[in-house]
């Protein structure tokens, strides 16, 4: 059955309790008693109180751990049945608490970093979305078309809708995408080196996997775990995909005699300056301690390379909404003048309606309407209303002092003349009614 795995704060206290309670002499059964009745966490409270029965019925203590389905960190169980062994259970505890809370401390300042560039992306989203809505709305009421001011053709309500979909489909399908691409090692050790190539992004992510590769490696060796142990514990206490799937390789070069320098350095994960320390370390058979003082280092580089990364994805945001705005701009100032010129049109548009009827003696009975409503006509149609034959025949002109001449021929020569500012527009009259319009 699976069990979600216990989160970092309230093992980081359990652990505290653990060491706090056995170096205080208290027997290990009560301690977790203890420990499990004083946690919050749901979870942490039930996996305790099994453990504190599996150690009534005789088990040790790694043991029970392990039959809790996943609940622990391996980290953890690994170092503990080490530690039961070797009769540093308290310290091991300790040196556990204080790694968990590190790793708690690494992922607020993480969280905390990236917050303000998600919210300011999420804002963007939102004002862009509302932008859509009112710019339909506006357009709905006054009774014209709405500006698409992404140009993809998201107007009012519904094309604001369709944009927040997009961008909820998109982060969906990437992050199930990536749940789907690290479910297996190979695939997490191909997405993690994949992302360690991203200039900012791959620094933060190594200086990370590095800090928490040195502060395990530490732990262990001073737990007194087996070198090829230690090495498997510490490179999957990284969480990174990479490193750990350079386990197999890094245990085998170690145990075939080639040096943890030389094994670590074939991975070429690791940066150049680590190398080197180590390979003095190596040499002076100081190598735990000299990763116990690189970890905060390491710590500290990751921060920095956390924050450059905050601000990185904080300026990408910003530039994106600058583009956007001045996208904007350019898009209302195009409808502005397509507006302006619109209206020009319109108003210098001429129309004319002709009707002709048939007088009570069989002659047409002219009755010219001509409304002017501009300057100009650049164009001449025509609208038959009955299916008598007849030919139309039409001119066209785009220059207000110019005649346009508009002529409806049949086979009888009566006739009406208008005239609109220097425009002289002959009509002879059909036999059946026509309307013509310009």
């Keep these: 059955m699976f069990h979600p795995r216990i989160k970092l704060k309230p093992l980081a206290v359990a652990c505290r309790s653990l060491s706090t309670a056995l170096q205080a002499g208290v027997p290990v059964v009560r301690a977790f008693d203890l420990a499990g009745r004083k946690s919050t966490d749901p979870r942490l409270r039930d996996a305790m109180a099994d453990i504190t029965t599996r150690l009534k019925m005789g088990e040790d203590v790694a043991t029970a751990m392990r039959a809790q389905g996943g609940r ?16 540093a259970l308290p310290e091991v505890l300790s040196s556990l608490a204080d790694h968990f809370e590190n790793n708690l401390r690494l992922r607020k300042d993480f969280i905390g970093q990236i917050t303000l560039p998600i919210i300011q992306l999420v804002a963007a989203i939102l004002v862009i979305a509302l932008l859509i809505c009112l710019l339909g709305i506006i357009a709905a009421a006054r009774g014209t078309e709405p500006i698409d001011v992404l140009g993809w053709g998201l107007l009012g309500v519904s094309g604001a809708l369709t944009w927040l979909s997009w961008w909820g ?25 994949a992302l360690m190539r991203i200039p900012v992004v791959g620094g933060c992510l190594q200086a990370f996997a590095i800090a928490r590769f040195s502060w395990a490696f530490h732990l262990t060796q001073e737990a007194g775990m087996p070198i090829e142990d230690s090495l498997d514990a510490s490179l999957r206490a990284t969480s990174n995909g990479a490193f750990m799937a350079a386990k197999p390789q890094v245990i085998r070069d170690v145990m075939a005699g080639e040096t943890l320098t030389g094994a670590l350095d074939r991975t070429q994960l690791f940066p150049e300056e680590f190398i080197h320390i180590v390979d003095v370390a190596e040499t002076s058979g100081t190598v735990p301690e000299a990763l116990d003082r690189l970890s905060p280092q390491f710590e500290e580089q990751a921060r920095r390379s956390l924050k450059a990364l905050a601000s990185a994805l904080g300026w990408v945001i910003w530039m994106a909404v600058a583009a956007f705005i001045i996208f904007l701009i350019f898009s209302i100032a195009v409808w502005y003048v397509g507006l302006i010129d619109g209206a020009v049109r319109e108003a210098t548009s001429v129309n004319f309606r002709a009707d002709v009827t048939m007088s009570p003696l069989g002659f047409p009975s002219p009755r010219p309407t001509i409304s002017l409503s501009a300057w100009e006509a ?34 009888t020569n009566s006739g009406f003349s208008g005239a ?11 036999i059946s009614p026509a309307r013509a319009f310009l």
């Design 420 to 430: 609109s500012y220097g425009s002289s527009i002959p009509v002879n009259p059909l």
């Design 72 to 87: 622990f960190p391996n980290l953890m169980v690994d170092m503990v049945h080490v530690a039961e062994h070797s009769g």
């Design 378 to 411: 650049d164009s001449v149609r025509f609208d038959q209303t009955d299916s008598n034959p007849f030919d139309f025949r039409n001119a066209t002109t785009s220059s207000a002092s110019s005649s346009i001449p508009l002529l409806l021929e049949s086979s």
């Design 169 to 193: 489909i998109g982060i969906a399908g990437t992050y199930l995408l990536y749940r789907i691409a690290t479910s297996s090692l190979s695939g997490k050790a191909a997405t993690h080196k």
